[in-house]
T-cell receptor
């Protein structure tokens, strides 16, 4: 079963605009990660935020985490055509030696030139 | 290229046949993971190894599925008596775990697309 749920399922914006995607999850986590998947390519890790962190930046990416609401958001600023992809949040559960990631269904982002 | 590699990239088989996939992780990574992804869905975790030990298995990993990592390097995933529902992309990933603990950045391979006719 998939713990994370991304919202929206699909998003289409103009190049240069900002894109925001949200993720909700159900159980306690060790950390939350965001991945990107381009058509025909594998998954690429974007950013990891630990459960004791609230915000993290990496280049044009900004991730927030609210553990009280069990939610996270990914902001991509100044979008480019190359950002067109599916974006997935993935959670790593806390405790028990578990290390498999639980992915959501993803947000399909289209950047229109 | 020192990334995660998977072979074959595509496999078409008839229902009831056995198939085996191979994954070569990034050489210094001690953890190796298998996931399955169907169209329009996110990857679903199947199992992972730390070195040669299989430490976690998902309920999705039925008894027709078996994974090995005999020398702590490459891994194989075998599906016996394939069913049409097994058609999916099978993804392998690796990571470097220092000490215990969970959830580090995982590096994914390109996947093996399985089609069961």
């Amino acid at each position: 079963s998939q713990q994370g749920e991304e919202d929206p399922q699909a998003l289409s914006i103009q190049e240069g605009e900002n894109a925001t995607m949200n993720c909700s999850y159900k159980t306690s986590i060790n950390n939350l990660q965001w991945y990107r998947q381009n058509s025909g390519r594998g998954l690429v890790h974007l950013i990891l935020i630990r459960s004791n962190e609230r915000e993290k930046h990496s280049g044009r990416l900004r991730v927030t985490l609210d553990t009280s609401k069990k939610s996270s958001s990914l902001l991509i600023t100044a979008s480019r055509a190359a950002d067109t992809a599916s974006y997935f949040c993935a959670t790593a559960l806390s405790g028990g030696g578990a290390d498999g990631l639980t992915f959501g269904k993803g947000t399909h982002l289209i950047i229109q030139p | 290229d020192t990334g995660v590699s998977q072979n074959p990239r595509h496999k078409i088989t008839k229902r009831g046949q056995n198939v085996t996939f191979r994954c070569d992780p990034i050489s210094e990574h001690n953890r190796l993971y298998w996931y399955r992804q169907t169209l329009g869905q996110g990857p679903e975790f199947l199992t992972y190894f730390q070195n040669e030990a299989q430490l976690e298995k998902s309920r999705l990993l039925s008894d027709r599925f078996s994974a090995e990592r005999p020398k702590g390097s490459f891994s194989t995933l075998e599906i016996q008596r394939t069913e049409q529902g097994d058609s999916a992309m099978y993804l392998c990933a690796s990571s470097l775990a220092l000490g215990g603990g969970a959830g580090r950045e995982q590096f994914f391979g390109p996947g093996t697309r399985l089609t069961v006719l």
